[in-house]
């Protein structure tokens, strides 16, 4: 991310992409097409690419800037009203930037207005979202106060997870069976049989839960597990002479955390992920908070994801259901342009720095989520009365 002056208001843009060199694509790989592969041609993901043969997605920023940028700093809200602190500025600069995506505690009857005479589908990230930012991603705990506020939700409204971690790590997380869950980015979605509209797909088969229901799992990725695996491997292998380096197997992708690696080093973490996805042109890369994420190049993305529940559940229809998304990171933008886009439902940025973002609304972090999620409980135990 880097931070784009606008007049008062710095905003956080995304982090760039690593150059195309370092993302280990060649040009004469898009779009890919894999061999004998059950994928649907809406899957193939093409990169567009300006005529220098550079892809139109690389911005100028290295990829160590995007790394140093990935993540914002903590910040406190300040009551200094001394006007030439950094802190006043931070300030001036998310309350203008607030002008323009309103809190969604405090724009609730304007949200909810919208709601009347609909259904609510909710859509929730976990990572930054449900739970707060740790150093140690094994360790990334959402509270019990937390469960219990999407327990509620859940009672009243539809309720997927949608996360960067393997559907099962994110299910072990949160524990709760009421919920959809979608892991991998959305690269691995569970969605109930009764709804099978999506039965015939190629990437769509039967499983069970873990209560034994039977379930449809949804793997568009499927074909890249043993690449993934491969991957996972050797990223182990090259990273662990890097102190505070973590690898992440999240099924259909890989995550390589430097949130615990001294800065000087960082480019060495990119360097191993370099060397390793140069010999796998059929994987890219993008990043997270102070992650590096290795995923397959195909079309499919949290957005994707939310289009494929909305359809699967049987929500679709834009004059019945109200679509909710909340989420804290740049793979959440997807899912705000998808509802953005389609004119149809609320993305809401979880973040107390200003950000570009696709969403509509912004909360400040997790504990404004939960007020958020209570709140919604509230609103419609008190219009069925
Ligand atoms: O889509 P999400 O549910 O938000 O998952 C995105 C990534 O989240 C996790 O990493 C992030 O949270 C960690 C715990 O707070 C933090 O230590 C790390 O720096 C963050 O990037 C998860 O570990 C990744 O695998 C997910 O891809």
């Not at 956080?12 to 150059?19: C, G, H, I, V």
């Not at 930054?128 to 094994?138: A, K, Q, R």
């Not at 997380?173 to 039965?199: C, K, N, R």
Request: glycine share 4%; charged share 25%; hydrophobic share 35%.
């Amino acid at each position: 991310m880097d931070v784009k002056s606008n007049h008062t208001a710095p905003v956080l843009t995304d982090p760039a992409p690593l150059s195309k060199s370092r993302l280990g694509v060649h040009s004469n790989l898009f779009p890919y097409s894999p061999t004998g592969a059950a994928f649907s041609p809406s899957l193939f993901l093409t990169i567009p690419r300006k005529k220098t043969g550079v892809l139109d997605d690389v911005r100028s920023s290295s990829w160590l800037d995007a790394m140093k940028a990935s993540s914002p700093p903590h910040r406190k809200i300040t009551k200094d009203v001394n006007n030439e602190s950094p802190a006043y500025d931070a300030d001036i600069a998310y309350r203008t930037w607030m002008a323009k995506y309103p809190s969604a505690l405090k724009s609730f009857e304007q949200i909810t207005n919208k709601a009347k005479g609909k259904r609510i589908a909710l859509f929730l990230d976990y990572d930054g979202t449900l739970s707060p930012i740790v150093d140690n991603p094994d360790c990334a705990f959402m509270s019990d106060a937390m469960r219990a506020a999407v327990k509620k939700v859940a009672k009243y409204f539809p309720t997927a997870i949608i996360s960067g971690r393997s559907r099962d790590k994110v299910y072990e997380f949160v524990g709760l069976t009421e919920l959809y869950y979608a892991g991998s980015h959305g690269m691995d979605i569970m969605s109930p049989v009764e709804q099978s509209i999506l039965e015939d797909h190629p990437n769509c088969f039967r499983s069970s839960d873990k209560q034994g229901k039977d379930v449809n799992l949804f793997q568009p990725a499927r074909e890249f597990l043993p690449m993934i695996q491969e991957v996972h491997k050797s990223l182990i292998e090259n990273t662990k002479g890097i102190e505070g380096a973590k690898v992440e197997n999240n099924k259909f992708c890989v995550s390589v955390h430097y949130r615990n690696v001294d800065e000087k080093s960082w480019n060495i973490v990119a360097q191993c992920v370099e060397d390793i996805l140069k010999d796998y042109p059929r994987l890219r890369l993008t990043h997270g908070r102070k992650v590096l994420e290795v995923r397959p190049v195909i079309n499919w993305d949290k957005g994707k994801a939310v289009t494929f529940l909305l359809e699967s559940l049987g929500l679709s229809d834009c004059h019945d259901v109200l679509p909710i998304y909340v989420g804290d990171d740049r793979t959440d933008e997807d899912a705000f342009k998808v509802l953005r886009e389609r004119n149809c439902g609320h993305g809401i940025l979880v973040s107390n720095v200003p950000k570009e973002t696709n969403a509509f609304y912004s909360l400040r972090d997790p504990s404004e989520v939960m007020e958020f999620l209570k709140s919604l409980v509230i609103w419609k135990k008190s219009s069925a009365l």
